[in-house]
């Protein structure tokens, strides 16, 4: 099979991308001022009293992580409407990125198996085209820096964790969490290691969690302030199903997020479906959260491709494409709060209880009993041929 061949569907993803560029750029970055404010107080040093590390304390409505507006500061020297161009163009790469780091992380993860790469590429296909309009709507209609890096990490831990490597998924999960608190619902991900290597990982993560916000903590205590920042709780969202009329977040809500993700995600592992891991902490996010951004399923579809390519063995990616069609297409098609609501909670409740208890045959154990030859190079996926399996730890 020639190398063009081979990469028909990247260059197609790659036309998808830019077509929803086209279409939702001229009316993007929503939400990019919060961003581009961040970094100009990031940067702005003591210069400015509610600059620097006093940024938090003194703007709690900024939820990002100091990553995200250490990033989002490298385009403000451009003037605000080009910066805000460049920016979303590069976020709509990192999709792009995102679709082949997972196609990399599934092909070495099933490497010895006899996996069928030619599928492997079509699984890749059919879910990236879903993946990529909610990746648009975060990365350009919203602009949220925050969570594009959140889940680019999470994508780069994920590609670690598969070739077995614990210094840096604690470190790129680390990334994540300082990019967007939120992702601290991933951090289950450490535990699919090898146990051996648990100590390591860990300590990377919590090293590099620490060197980050620590400054912002110890220096400007009043920084603790930011959680307890509040939003409307909507109409539509899954809480109001759940029983919660409050009218904004309630004091308990972002605690239960996490714990909720964390468990969860403890769960997928021992159960040994850990490819599950975004989705669940992505699911607790969405149906716990008091609003009901549509942004917010683009960590959805980064959980469903990573299940759809890696957490299972069907041709078509049908997580994806639910997500897709009932989070994002029911925003247009279905009028009632409630029954948007509804059907938020409906998409969790199912799609948890899938991952975890559906039957699902592992794809590592060939038939027979026997580990199968490499069938197909990783070419596609930028590996070199003749890839030999990883030791066993």
């Not at 205590?221 to 977040?249: C, K, M, Y």
């Not at 045959?361 to 026997?370: E, I, S, W």
């Not at 197909?376 to 066993?392: H, M, T």
């Amino acid at each position: 099979m020639s190398a063009v061949s081979q990469r028909v569907h990247l260059v197609l993803l790659t036309a998808w991308t830019i077509l929803w560029f086209a279409v939702v750029q001229p009316h993007g970055g929503f939400s990019w001022h919060y961003l581009r404010t961040g970094g100009e107080l990031l940067y702005a040093g003591p210069a400015r009293p509610d600059g620097g590390l006093n940024l938090y304390a003194h703007h709690p409505e900024l939820q990002m992580g100091p990553v995200s507006f250490l990033a989002a500061g490298l385009f403000n020297p451009f003037p605000e409407q080009v910066g805000q161009f460049l920016a979303a163009a590069l976020m709509s790469l990192l999709g792009l990125v995102i679709l082949v780091v997972a196609g990399r992380s599934a092909a070495w993860h099933f490497l010895g198996t006899g996996t069928n790469h030619q599928r492997l590429r079509q699984r890749v296909l059919i879910a990236g085209l879903a993946f990529i309009p909610m990746w648009i709507e975060v990365a350009v209609r919203f602009g949220h820096l925050d969570d594009v890096l959140a889940l680019f990490f999470t994508a780069l831990a994920v590609r670690a964790l598969t070739r077995g490597n614990p210094a840096a998924t604690g470190a790129f999960l680390a990334l994540a969490m300082d990019s967007k608190p939120t992702a601290l619902a991933f951090l289950p991900l450490l535990l699919a290691l090898p146990r051996a290597q648990w100590a390591r990982a860990g300590l990377w993560c919590a090293a590099l969690v620490a060197l980050v916000w620590a400054p912002f903590l110890l220096g400007a205590p009043h920084s603790f302030a930011a959680a307890e920042f509040t939003i409307p709780n909507q109409p539509a969202s899954a809480l109001r199903w759940l029983g919660v009329d409050d009218p904004r977040t309630p004091s308990w809500d972002r605690p239960a997020q996490a714990a909720a993700g964390l468990a969860l995600g403890c769960v997928a592992v021992l159960r040994g479906r850990w490819p599950a891991v975004v989705l669940l902490g992505a699911n607790a996010r969405i149906v716990l959260d008091p609003s009901v951004y549509t942004y917010y399923t683009a960590s959805v579809l980064l959980g469903t491709l990573l299940w759809d390519v890696i957490g299972q063995r069907r041709l078509v990616p049908w997580w994806s494409w639910i997500a897709l069609l009932t989070l994002y297409g029911a925003v247009f098609v279905v009028p009632d709060d409630a029954a948007r609501g509804l059907i938020r909670l409906g998409f969790v409740a199912v799609s948890t209880a899938y991952v975890l208890f559906w039957p699902v045959r592992d794809r590592r154990r060939p038939r027979g009993g026997r580990r199968a030859p490499v069938a197909v190079p990783f070419a596609f996926f930028g590996e070199r041929d003749g890839l030999q399996s990883p030791p066993s730890s």
